[in-house]
Nanobody, 123 residues
Framework: QVQLVESGGGLVQAGGSLRLACAAS????????TSWFRQAPGKEREFVSC???????YYPDSVKGRFTISRDNAKNTVYLQMNSLKSEDTAVYYC?????????????????WGQGTQVTVSS
């Protein structure tokens, strides 16, 4: 059982930056695909980014060029660098990982989830 703990959320002005971190409890995490999802009030959970077992990355158009996902296997941690933040980026951000190791943009494909961290972008 892998436990995930997110950190780094907070309040930031539009145009600013935040870096989220997702720390895992198990070294097998390095072989997982890990993604970030977000959920705003009244909306469905939305795919934000993924890094697979080989460190290949995936982004939807809504964040491409602004967000960067990366991993540090020595620290069992995945990061999400968020730049040029917009008010529509406001949401609870969740880290999720799947043992399959390959990309998926669907929340149901992920076995492990963090508790979420709030990101609020003020305009």
């Amino acid at each position: 059982q892998v436990q995930l703990v997110e950190s780094g959320g907070g309040l930031v002005q539009a145009g600013g930056s935040l870096r989220l971190a997702c720390a895992a409890s198990d070294r097998t995490f390095s072989g997982h695909a890990t993604s970030w999802f977000r959920q705003a009030p009244g909306k469905e959970r939305e795919f934000v980014s993924c890094i697979d077992w080989s460190s290949r990355t995936y982004y939807p158009d809504s964040v491409k060029g602004r967000f960067t996902i990366s991993r540090d296997n020595a620290k069992n941690t995945v990061y999400l660098q968020m730049n040029s933040l917009k008010s529509e980026d406001t949401a609870v951000y969740y880290c999720a990982s799947r043992e399959g190791g390959y990309y998926s943009g669907g929340p149901k494909d992920y076995e492990y989830w963090g508790q979420g961290t709030q990101v609020t972008v003020s305009s």
